[in-house]
């Protein structure tokens, strides 16, 4: 059964960089058919899709956020990481990472990590 969880800090402070990393387990990030997603949900808004990786480490960003965001990926750890930087007050939201399959389903999703941005 594949399980995704996201891991980084909760706080992070104006103009620094958020980092993030989601761990997937019982399967592996180069299969097939997958895209590997970050999404987020600011407080009272709706979802934002950030960008992914796809199987061969070729990456897309939202416009929105192309400009400060990186999204790459450790093989041997089965993990793929984002980075923002540069952050503001408006990207505090509940972080999730997902996959995605051929048919632009996302059909797997780690539980949410609340990133908030404060001095």
């Known amino acids: 059964q594949v399980q995704l969880q996201e891991s980084g800090p909760g706080l992070v402070k104006p103009s620094q960089t958020l980092s993030l990393t989601c761990t997937v387990s019982?399967?592996?990030?180069?299969?097939?058919?997958?895209?590997w997603n970050w999404i987020r949900q600011p407080p009272g808004k709706g979802l934002e899709w950030i960008g992914y990786?796809?199987?061969?480490?070729?990456?897309s960003y939202s416009p929105s956020v192309t400009s400060r965001t990186s999204i790459s990926r450790d093989t041997s750890k089965n993990q793929f990481t984002l980075q923002l930087s540069s952050v503001t007050p408006e990207d505090t939201a509940v972080y999730y990472c997902?996959?995605?399959?051929?048919?632009?389903?996302?059909?797997?999703w780690g539980q949410g990590t609340q990133v908030t941005v404060s001095s």
């Open positions: 997902a996959r995605r399959t051929t048919n632009w389903f996302y059909d797997l």
């Open positions: 990786i796809t199987r061969s480490g070729s990456t």
């Open positions: 019982g399967g592996s990030i180069t299969t097939t058919y997958y895209d």
